[in-house]
T-cell receptor
Framework: GQNIDQPTEMTATEGAIVQINCTYQ??????LFWYQQHAGEAPTFLSY??LDGLEEKGRFSSFLSRSKGYSYLLLKELQMKDSASYLC??????????WGAGTKLIIKP | GAVVSQHPSRVICKSGTSVKIECRSL??????MFWYRQFPKQSLMLMAT?????????EQGVEKDKFLINHASLTLSTLTVTSAHPEDSSFYIC?????????????FGPGTRLLVL
């Protein structure tokens, strides 16, 4: 079966750095996505990785290792507004998005 | 980035009535749209994939006669929840994918919160 694992909840301090991990087992791979979802709102796109390595976009970076079936989202200089759920999703060989359950990130002052 | 709208944003209805939710891609043509449902504190659950001009593909466990999907044009898909019941109360989100299937992302609408009394 297809499976995406990410931690249920993480807590971090304002101004610090946090890494949210995602491991996946899917039938084929055509890219990995990270989305941010604030409570009561639809997800918004953060990043896309299809090749191994690190993609940096401002305070957010995303890393992919296809051989390990592993990705992480790195958030730097955390702000209170970063408190949200972070969803990892993998596009499989049928170009279907397989979703993780999301990681709820709590930022404390 | 591309814009997807959803209407209504919030709806309250009585049990047994039907509710229609519209999803529009405003600045691109979407041959494929997706309908998701999300219960509180849970992840997105794909309900169906809507393809313009053809029948929707439903995920296992989703009743196609209860959740009617019509993708009549390249910019509009509708989801009708028929004979709604309180357990259908949820957050319904649509997304649209640009024609290039290797596109980096699909774009989400703002969601529709349905409350069935």
């Amino acid at each position: 079966g297809q499976n995406i694992d990410q931690p249920t909840e993480m807590t971090a301090t304002e101004g610090a750095i946090v890494q949210i991990n995602c491991t996946y087992q899917t039938s084929g791979f055509n890219g990995l996505f990270w989305y941010q979802q604030h409570a009561g709102e639809a997800p918004t796109f953060l990043s896309y990785n299809v090749l191994d390595g690190l993609e940096e976009k401002g305070r957010f970076s995303s890393f992919l290792s296809r051989s390990k079936g592993y990705s992480y989202l790195l958030l730097k200089e955390l702000q209170m507004k970063d408190s949200a759920s972070y969803l990892c999703a993998v596009r499989d060989s049928n170009y279907q998005l397989i979703w993780g359950a999301g990681t709820k990130l709590i930022i404390k002052p | 980035g591309a814009v997807v709208s959803q209407h209504p944003s919030r709806v309250i209805c009585k049990s047994g009535t039907s509710v229609k939710i519209e999803c529009r891609s405003l600045d691109f043509q979407a041959t494929t749209m997706f309908w998701y449902r999300q219960f509180p504190k849970q992840s997105l659950m794909l309900m169906a994939t809507s393809n313009e001009g053809s029948k929707a593909t439903y995920e296992q466990g989703v009743e196609k006669d209860k959740f009617l999907i019509n993708h009549a044009s390249l910019t509009l898909s509708t989801l009708t929840v028929t004979s709604a019941h309180p357990e259908d109360s949820s957050f319904y989100i649509c997304s649209a994918r640009p024609p290039d299937r290797d596109s980096e992302t699909q774009y989400f609408g703002p969601g529709t919160r349905l409350l069935v009394l």
